[in-house]
């Protein structure tokens, strides 16, 4: 199938959302609000809760790539081989994800004299590292390399339950049906089952103990079962969107509407019920899974199918930074870190108190980041993945 009928309008739009929620996240952490004017309260409760991107990147990565599996599902041609989806997924995630690791072991022992952990360097590269928390966090300097674990974990699981439903399911409804069971099955009895028997101890627990102790206060909240939910959740939504795509054409303005709606509320539910950097007290699982992955699901929907409200999403803007995401979520925190082990000693979290220096700081880490990655993109990454799509296409 051709790449562009593969393509889901108003995803690319998403995942640059999805970027900047994550970079606006980390630099909001810096300022402390109590030494802010008042008008940047509003902007500091926001950004600490940016973190819901890294959910967003889960069901969008959901939605891609069980979207092709859904498309030929939905026309009845053969289904993408195992082969080509693991060649493609490797070629996205491994080199990129290796190299930023590497060199952040490097950086690290070279520059700070911290010592190689071989083990979580080890689980870092095997992308093992998020189902303890001696190994949660792979990289003293990158933070956010724990969700690639998990990432490439839902990769692995995606095949084993499309393959079966795409064989056995012989009608769009019956998929549905089966995937949405599937859902409520990890909500019901995974999710609970896994904090309850997994649950860590509280020696040594605490952000103030270091990466270490911040990884025993999110573990086990932030688990295999509840990022596949929000990843499930995104393919939810691309099979929904395949069906769509074949028997309805955007006549109205209907679909606009609903984004825009799904849109607010979502802001609206992360404003006013999320608390930063924990579970939520109902499903007990991070960045208001499932509720916060299932309105932006269905805001996707809505924006695919829209007339005009995808134009606004994929504007020539968020098109280019969805390119270069990746890089910028690789290494923004190393820059951040950097910055504050070498130059800057109160860039720590809540540490600067003057908001014109924030303000400075943080365009500096938005252009070393973005200018990282898109150096990255288009000399590394970019490459790699052409060379992956000939194979696929041999």
Same mark, same amino acid.
């Not at 709606?261 to 006013?272: D, E, K, N, S, T």
């Given at each position: 199938? %051709?790449?562009?009928?593969?393509?889901?309008?108003?995803?690319?739009?998403?995942? $640059?959302?999805?970027?900047?929620?994550?970079?606006?996240?980390?630099?909001? #952490?810096?300022?402390?609000?109590?030494? !802010?004017?008042?008008?940047?309260?509003?902007?500091?409760?926001?950004?600490?809760?940016?973190?819901?991107?890294?959910?967003?990147?889960?069901?969008?990565?959901?939605?891609?790539?069980? &979207?092709?599996?859904?498309?030929?599902?939905?026309?009845?041609?053969?289904?993408?081989?195992?082969?080509?989806?693991?060649? !493609?997924?490797?070629?996205?995630?491994?080199? @990129?994800?290796?190299?930023?690791?590497?060199?952040?072991?490097?950086? $690290?022992?070279?520059?700070?004299?911290?010592?190689?952990?071989?083990?979580?360097?080890?689980?870092?590269?095997?992308?093992?590292?998020?189902?303890?928390?001696?190994?949660?966090?792979? @990289?003293?300097?990158?933070?956010?390399?724990?969700?690639?674990?998990?990432?490439?974990?839902?990769?692995?699981?995606?095949?084993?339950?499309?393959?079966?439903?795409?064989?056995? !399911?012989?009608?769009?409804?019956? @998929?549905?049906?089966?995937?949405?069971?599937?859902?409520?099955?990890?909500?019901?009895?995974?999710?609970?089952?896994?904090?309850?028997?997994?649950?860590?101890?509280?020696?040594?627990?605490?952000?103030?103990?270091?990466?270490?102790?911040?990884?025993?206060?999110? =573990?086990?909240?932030?688990?295999?079962?509840?990022?596949?939910? #929000?990843?499930?959740?995104?393919?939810?939504?691309?099979?929904?969107?395949?069906?769509?795509?074949?028997?309805?054409?955007?006549?109205?303005?209907?679909?606009?509407?609903?984004?825009?709606?799904?849109?607010?509320?979502?802001?609206?539910?992360?404003?006013?019920?999320?608390?930063?950097?924990?579970?939520?007290?109902?499903?007990?699982?991070?960045?208001?899974?499932?509720?916060?992955?299932?309105?932006?699901?269905?805001?996707?929907?809505?924006?695919?199918?829209?007339?005009?409200? &995808?134009?606004?999403?994929?504007?020539? =803007?968020?098109?280019?930074?969805?390119?270069?995401?990746?890089?910028?979520?690789?290494?923004?925190?190393?820059? #951040?870190?950097?910055?504050?082990?070498?130059?800057?000693?109160?860039?720590? &979290?809540?540490?600067?108190?003057?908001?014109?220096?924030?303000?400075?700081?943080?365009?500096?880490?938005?252009?070393?980041?973005?200018?990282?990655?898109?150096?990255?993109?288009?000399?590394?990454?970019?490459?790699?993945?052409?060379?992956?799509? %000939?194979?696929?296409?041999?």
């Amino acid at each position: 199938m %051709k790449r562009q009928s593969l393509h889901i309008r108003g995803a690319d739009g998403f995942r $640059a959302i999805a970027c900047l929620l994550v970079l606006f996240h980390h630099l909001t #952490q810096k300022m402390n609000p109590d030494s !802010a004017p008042s008008w940047f309260s509003i902007i500091h409760h926001y950004g600490m809760r940016g973190e819901v991107g890294v959910s967003l990147f889960f069901v969008l990565s959901g939605a891609l790539l069980s &979207y092709p599996f859904w498309v030929s599902f939905i026309k009845g041609t053969p289904s993408p081989t195992v082969k080509n989806y693991s060649i !493609a997924r490797i070629a996205r995630i491994l080199p @990129a994800t290796w190299l930023n690791l590497i060199l952040c072991t490097l950086l $690290a022992l070279y520059l700070y004299d911290i010592p190689v952990n071989f083990t979580m360097l080890f689980t870092g590269l095997f992308f093992i590292n998020s189902y303890h928390y001696s190994t949660f966090f792979p @990289a003293e300097l990158n933070g956010p390399l724990w969700s690639i674990g998990l990432e490439v974990s839902c990769y692995v699981i995606l095949p084993f339950l499309l393959y079966p439903i795409i064989k056995k !399911a012989k009608t769009y409804l019956k @998929a549905l049906a089966i995937l949405v069971t599937v859902l409520i099955f990890l909500q019901i009895v995974v999710n609970p089952w896994v904090i309850e028997t997994f649950m860590t101890s509280e020696d040594g627990k605490g952000w103030d103990k270091g990466l270490v102790g911040g990884a025993k206060v999110w =573990l086990p909240y932030w688990n295999i079962s509840s990022f596949f939910s #929000q990843f499930l959740v995104g393919a939810i939504a691309a099979l929904i969107i395949a069906r769509l795509g074949k028997a309805t054409k955007p006549t109205s303005s209907f679909f606009d509407f609903a984004g825009a709606a799904l849109l607010v509320a979502a802001i609206v539910v992360v404003g006013v019920r999320l608390i930063p950097g924990a579970p939520d007290s109902l499903t007990k699982q991070a960045y208001l899974s499932p509720i916060y992955a299932i309105i932006m699901a269905a805001a996707l929907i809505c924006i695919a199918m829209s007339r005009h409200a &995808y134009k606004l999403i994929d504007n020539p =803007l968020f098109v280019w930074i969805s390119k270069v995401s990746f890089g910028v979520y690789l290494w923004h925190q190393v820059v #951040q870190n950097i910055l504050q082990r070498s130059f800057k000693e109160s860039y720590v &979290y809540f540490g600067i108190t003057d908001l014109g220096e924030w303000t400075r700081l943080s365009l500096l880490v938005i252009v070393l980041a973005v200018a990282i990655a898109t150096l990255s993109w288009y000399f590394f990454e970019k490459p790699i993945l052409q060379k992956a799509r %000939k194979k696929v296409s041999a």
